[in-house]
């Protein structure tokens, strides 16, 4: 069964960081780039970042450039995502997607269950 | 920045026509996708590269993609078929999703 499950979600205080995990079982981890997307409850979609499966592209939403890091370990069939500096507006569910092509452009054919990210003091 | 604008909502009879239109100037040479997402779910693809179906999907759901505007239609609507629908688009290494729209099978 083709699955993504996200993990490390959780309340955090304004300006501290916090690291997202993604594992991916069913597929070939390292054939297909992979993205991150996340939505505030009751509101629409917004991508937030993506990675090629080799890790040569890294793109990211304007919001959360120079602040959130994304990678991958194709060893573990993993994503990552470290988020740093977080924002009030960073309060979300974060969600992992795989991408339908190697590096990127094929839009989003798997999606996980999300994990949640709060960031209040 | 890179907008894609959707209606906010479109509502349908049973057994009726649903369009779902998605307007940006980016959209212009780039291929659309289309997720579903009903309450409390995951978002689904239901249409990638414009007009193509994933494996599982209805053919009840086709798209199209012209100029500056994408449209998903859903031929003949279930209330099954009553969910958000996002369109999507890449551009300079990024993607877009747009505003979203409610479907509303009455």
């Known amino acids: 069964e083709v699955q993504l499950v996200e993990s490390g979600g959780g309340l955090v205080q304004p300006g501290r960081s916090l690291r997202l995990s993604c594992a991916a079982s069913?597929?070939?981890?390292?054939?297909?780039?992979m993205h991150w997307v996340r939505q505030v409850p009751g509101k629409g979609l917004e991508w937030v970042s993506g990675?090629?499966?080799?890790?040569?592209?890294?793109d990211y939403a304007d919001s959360v450039k120079g602040r959130f890091i994304i990678a991958r370990d194709n060893t573990k069939n993993s994503l990552y995502l470290q988020m740093n500096s977080l924002r009030s507006e960073d309060t979300a569910l974060y969600y992992c997607?795989?991408?339908?092509?190697?590096?990127?452009?094929?839009?989003?054919?798997?999606w996980g269950q999300g994990t949640t990210v709060t960031v209040s003091s | 920045s890179y907008e894609l604008t959707q209606p906010h909502s479109v509502s349908v009879s049973p057994g009726q026509t649903a369009s779902i239109t998605c307007s940006g100037d980016?959209?212009?040479?780039?291929?659309a996708y289309w997720y579903q997402q009903k309450p409390g779910q995951s978002p689904l693809l239901v249409i990638y590269?414009?007009?193509k179906r994933p494996s599982g999907i209805p053919e009840r759901f086709s798209g199209s993609n012209s100029g500056n505007t994408a449209t998903l239609t859903i031929s003949g609507t279930q209330a099954m078929d009553e969910a958000d629908y996002y369109c999507?688009?890449?551009?300079?290494?990024?993607?877009?999703f747009g505003t979203g729209t409610k479907v509303t099978v009455l």
């Open positions: 997607a795989k991408d339908r092509r190697p590096t990127g452009e094929g839009g989003m054919d798997v």
């Open positions: 069913g597929f070939t981890f390292d054939d297909y780039a």
């Open positions: 990675i090629s499966w080799n890790n040569s592209t890294r």
């Open positions: 980016k959209l212009r040479g780039k291929y």
């Open positions: 590269q414009d007009t």
């Open positions: 999507q688009a890449w551009g300079s290494g990024v993607y877009v």
